[in-house]
Nanobody
Framework: QVQLVESGGGLVQPGGSLRLSCAAS????????MGWYRQAPGKQRELVAE???????RYAEFVKGRFTISRDNAKNTVWLQMNSLKLEDTAVYYC?????????WGQGTQVTVSS
């Protein structure tokens, strides 16, 4: 089982940037599909971006062109670079590792976009 710890959240103005990090431990990181999800108050958790062990990516339509997911298997880390942040990007952002039908989640990091 892989353990995940997110960091990098905070308060940012509209149009600003943040970089989230997710550090993994306890298993072979490179075997996992890694993803970033978010959950806003009163809403369901939703996929933001995902990256395979080989580096293939997919994004939710609402972040295409603004967010970039990346990973370094040697550092057991996945990042989410968030640019041109909007008020509606405010949410708790979670890191997820999935493999063979099983998932692990981090505890989340709060991102607040506000003027």
């Amino acid at each position: 089982q892989v353990q995940l710890v997110e960091s990098g959240g905070g308060l940012v103005q509209p149009g600003g940037s943040l970089r989230l990090s997710c550090a993994a431990s306890g298993s072979i990181f490179s075997r996992y599909i890694m993803g970033w999800y978010r959950q806003a108050p009163g809403k369901q958790r939703e996929l933001v971006a995902e990256i395979t062990s080989g580096g293939s990516t997919r994004y939710a339509e609402f972040v295409k062109g603004r967010f970039t997911i990346s990973r370094d298997n040697a550092k057991n880390t996945v990042w989410l670079q968030m640019n041109s942040l909007k008020l509606e990007d405010t949410a708790v952002y979670y890191c997820r590792a999935k493999r063979l039908g099983r998932s692990s989640w981090g505890q989340g990091t709060q991102v607040t976009v506000s003027s």
